[in-house]
């Protein structure tokens, strides 16, 4: 083989090593590809939200926004102060697709959400009776005394399920984040009342 071949593979071979060596700095390790996945998870904050579900379609038309029969599918949280938060239809937001019981009621919602994305993902459901009073709500096997959480068949027996209300306080971090809020609030709210003793009152 003559010196000119031998000179092309060693510079073709040269080459790809240092191709190679480029995708290797590019790909992300492990390690370093779940330390940001952690790190997105860690802004993921939960809250609770308070209001009325509802198709997207009829609530943008009742703004006054034109929204075509596709709107329609997908399902929003009206929060009190008016936001339109969209719904993940997956394991325990489904339902509010699912069952039209859900929808068009008070109910709060405990939820996560991030700040890359505008959909927030149910964990809990809370609706209110005609009383008022705020209802721990999921779906219940009476045959297998199992919890479940869309509309089918029971995971265990096969057999119906039905829709089940409970008296059931909120979680107790939400308890402390909310009672923590209200602090803040009076604290505000007398801190804005009480005069500002360097104003000068003009005697």
């Not at 092309?8 to 390690?31: D, F, M, N, Q, Y």
């Not at 939200?49 to 703004?63: C, D, I, S």
């Amino acid at each position: 083989m003559s010196r000119a071949i031998w000179g092309l593979l060693w510079i073709t071979a040269a080459s790809c090593a240092v191709e190679a060596r480029g995708e290797e700095k590019s790909t992300p390790a492990p390690a370093a590809a779940a330390e940001e996945q952690s790190e997105k998870q860690d802004k993921a904050r939960k809250e609770l939200l308070t209001g009325q579900v509802k198709f997207l379609g009829p609530a943008l038309r009742a703004r006054g926004v034109k929204a075509y029969d596709e709107m329609d599918k997908q399902v929003v949280l009206i929060a009190e102060n008016g936001d339109l938060v969209p719904l993940v239809a997956d394991w325990r937001g489904r339902a509010f697709y699912q069952d039209e019981r859900l929808r068009d009621r008070k109910v709060q919602l405990i939820v996560r959400r991030r700040p890359d994305n505008p959909y927030a993902q149910v964990l809990i459901v809370y609706t209110f009776d005609e009383k008022g009073e705020r209802k721990y709500t999921d779906y219940w096997c009476d045959i297998c005394s199992i919890p479940m959480y869309e509309i089918k068949e029971c995971e265990c027996c096969q057999g119906p399920i039905r829709l089940r209300f409970e008296d059931r306080p909120l979680p107790s971090y939400l308890r402390k984040e909310i009672s923590r809020d209200s602090q803040r609030q009076s604290k505000s709210e007398t801190d804005s009342a009480t005069p500002d003793a360097d104003v000068d009152d003009g005697k």
